[in-house]
């Protein structure tokens, strides 16, 4: 069960995807290093437009950077890996499953850290399955 009663704050969201991250095995927590956090209430519009998603409601997280099987050694700059959580989206999803808060955002954080591997939406969902 949740140790939340209300809604967290987006610092208390940014703590339970850090977790998460310690949570995953050395061997492939070593590859995510430098890869940031940003929890934000929604993605902006440019965000979704691209994505073609209608509702801000919609989208809990998102990936941006290079996924580490399209880095080449003659990069000379690339933009930073960043996990985007939306918190609003989050929290919709956390009252309206009843799933634990910790869990919920885990499952987010780690299903974007699948794409920072590589792997496409997808992939993601027939691993999920």
């Known amino acids: 069960m949740s140790e939340y009663t209300t809604p967290p704050d987006s610092e208390a969201i940014a703590v339970l995807a850090e977790q998460a991250l310690l949570e995953i095995p050395e061997a492939l927590r070593r590859h995510i290093q430098g890869v940031g956090i940003s929890v934000a209430e929604f993605a902006d519009d440019e965000t979704l437009d691209a994505m073609g998603i209608e509702s801000e409601w919609d989208l809990t997280g998102l990936y941006t950077g290079t996924p580490i099987g399209e880095r080449s050694v003659g990069d000379i700059a690339r933009p930073p890996d960043l996990i985007f ?27 974007e850290i699948a794409h920072h591997f590589g792997f496409s939406e997808e992939e993601i969902e027939a691993l999920e399955r």
């Open 85 to 111: 959580l939306y918190r609003q989206p989050i929290l919709l999803e956390w009252v309206e499953g009843g799933e634990d808060l910790g869990r919920l955002v885990r499952n987010v954080v780690i299903h």
